[in-house]
C-alpha cells in the first residue's frame, strides 16, 4: 500500500511549458506539503496546505501554484517553465501541522527542464 | 526496495546531555549516501550532515556526528551538549547514487528540556 504517491516520477519538457505533478495520500492526514530538492540534497518547502486550506506559501514564484480538490490531493502546477525549475519535487503529508508529527514523503518527481 | 527505519518516534533529554538517534536502512547497493536532516516547526529541511557509504570515517559537523556501520546497515546520530533550539523532528535518508532517488525515514520527534 503506497502512503504518498507522486506522478510523474519523471518529467521532461522545455522551457516555456506548462506542467502539473500530482500527489496523492491515503492515510488521512489533513496536511500535505511539497518541497523542492535542490542539487546539493537541500529541501526548501514550497507550500503547505491543511484541509484543503493554504498554510504555508514560501517565497516561490507565482508561476507555482498548488492545488488542492480534497484533502488527500495536493497537485502542483507550474506554468512557463525555466531551466531553474530543474529539480526533485517532493510530497509530504502528516496527521497534523499543529506539533511536530512525523511525515511520509512521497518518493519524488524528477523534473528536467531543457 | 530500500527502506529506512527511525525506531524511536519521540525522544526527551535535558538540556546539555548527548543524545543518539537511531536510523537502520535496508538496500543492496554499495555506494550511497546517508542524511540526517533537521526539521523545525517551520517545516524546512536542514542538512545536518551527511555521510557517503564508501568512507570508513564518520562525519562529523561540531556538535553533530554519526555512528556509520556499513555491514549492520546502521546510521545513528549524535547530539552533544544539546541545546533548545535542537527541539526538532529529525529525518534519516537515504539516498542511492544510481538513481538519485531519497528515502526517508518517518522521523524522531526530539525535545530538548530545559
Known amino acids: 500500500d503506497t502512503a504518498v504517491s507522486q506522478t510523474p516520477k519523471y518529467l521532461v519538457t522545455q522551457m516555456g511549458n506548462d506542467k502539473s505533478i500530482k500527489c496523492e495520500q491515503n492515510?488521512?492526514?489533513?496536511?500535505m506539503y511539497w518541497y523542492k530538492q535542490d542539487s546539493k540534497k537541500f529541501l526548501k518547502i514550497m507550500f503547505s496546505?491543511?484541509?484543503?486550506?493554504?498554510?504555508i506559501n514560501e517565497t516561490v514564484p507565482n508561476r507555482f501554484s498548488p492545488k488542492s480538490p480534497d484533502k488527500a490531493h495536493l497537485n502542483l502546477h507550474i506554468n512557463s517553465l525555466e531551466l531553474g525549475d530543474s529539480a526533485v519535487y517532493f510530497c509530504a503529508s502528516s496527521r497534523t501541522m499543529t506539533d511536530l508529527y512525523e511525515q511520509y514523503f512521497g518518493p519524488g518527481t524528477r523534473l528536467t527542464v531543457t | 526496495a530500500q527502506t529506512v527505519t527511525q525506531s524511536q518516534p519521540e525522544m526527551s533529554v535535558q538540556e546539555a546531555e548527548t543524545v543518539t538517534l537511531s536510523c537502520t536502512y535496508d538496500t543492496s547497493e554499495n555506494n550511497y549516501y546517508l542524511f540526517w536532516y533537521k526539521q523545525p516547526p517551520s517545516r524546512q529541511m536542514i542538512l545536518v550532515i551527511r555521510?557517503?557509504?564508501?568512507?570508513?570515517q564518520n562525519a562529523t559537523e561540531n556538535r553533530f556526528s554519526v555512528n556509520f556501520q556499513k555491514a549492520a546497515k546502521s546510521f545513528s546520530l549524535k547530539i552533544s551538549d544539546s541545546q533548545l533550539g535542537d527541539t526538532a523532528m529529525y529525518f534519516c535518508?537515504?539516498?542511492?547514487?544510481?538513481?538519485?532517488?531519497?528515502?526517508f525515514g518517518k522521523g524522531t520527534r526530539l525535545h530538548i528540556l530545559p
Open positions: 555521510q557517503e557509504a564508501y568512507k570508513q
Open positions: 496546505y491543511n484541509n484543503k486550506e493554504l498554510i
Open positions: 535518508a537515504f539516498i542511492s547514487n544510481r538513481d538519485d532517488k531519497i528515502i
Open positions: 492515510l488521512g492526514h489533513d496536511t
